[in-house]
């Protein structure tokens, strides 16, 4: 069946520092990917997505590339902010499917 | 309104007691879904419904009773829940089930189950 992993947290970081929270999924056919981010207190919103190989999602400066050859879709950000403090989940919907699989999350602290 | 918005933000509830969630999505969305999120586990998937009609139900237990009255709303009713119900419960909402465009989520309902 489908899965979604991605690394564990907490991942803690300065201010400017860059970022890679790393996912990798797997699926059959060409799922979309996803990446949803969730602050404290609410729910999840969508950060970014990618629906074919080769796709790169971005947004508020993170971005994510589809790698299909190495079943990949890492997050990252050149320059994070203490305001990126949160949860991010890795999610991924199979071609054709209705459920979305999400990823454990990783909380990422940003110290200033 | 825009967005999905869910009622109430916070619920503690004993267990005898009868309570119910409410979502309402504004988006024009043909599918909504109920997730229950606990700490240090992943997202668990409850119900789904399309155009009204539940179409998933990931063997959740029958103290959890959805309903789904139009595609604008959503409702948990709970009853004779057991102190591990306790959780945030999300509700969300996409253009069909189907869709390649991600779900909206609502901010949650954090359950307190005494």
């Known amino acids: 069946g489908n899965s979604v992993t991605q690394m564990e947290g907490p991942v803690t970081l300065s201010e400017e520092a860059f970022l890679t929270i790393n996912c990798t999924y797997t699926?059959?056919?060409?799922?979309?990917l996803f990446w949803y981010v969730q602050y404290p207190g609410e729910g999840l919103q969508l950060l970014l997505k990618?629906?074919?190989?080769?796709d790169k999602g971005s947004n508020k400066g993170f971005e994510a590339t589809y790698r299909k050859e190495t079943t990949s879709f890492h997050l990252e950000k050149g320059s994070v902010q203490v305001s990126d403090s949160a949860v991010y989940f890795c999610?991924?919907?199979?071609?054709?499917?209705?459920?979305?699989?999400f990823g454990a999350g990783t909380r990422l602290f940003v110290k200033a | 309104e825009t967005g999905v918005t869910q009622t109430p933000r916070h619920l503690v509830m004993g267990m005898t007691n009868k309570k119910s969630l409410k979502c309402e999505q504004h988006l024009g969305h043909n599918a909504m879904y109920w997730y229950k999120q606990s700490a240090k586990k992943p997202l668990e998937l409850m119900f789904v419904y399309s155009l009204e009609e539940r179409v998933e139900n990931n063997s959740v237990p029958s103290r959890f009773s959805p309903e789904c009255p139009n595609s604008s709303h959503l409702f948990l009713h709970l009853h004779t829940l057991q102190p591990e119900d306790s959780a945030l419960y999300l509700c969300?909402?996409?253009?069909?089930?189907?869709?390649?465009?991600?779900?909206?989520f609502g901010s949650g309902t954090r359950l307190t189950v005494v």
């Open positions: 999610a991924l919907k199979g071609a054709g499917g209705f459920k979305t699989i």
């Open positions: 990618a629906t074919k190989a080769d």
């Open positions: 969300a909402s996409s253009q069909d089930r189907g869709t390649r465009d991600g779900y909206t």
């Open positions: 699926a059959t056919g060409y799922p979309s």
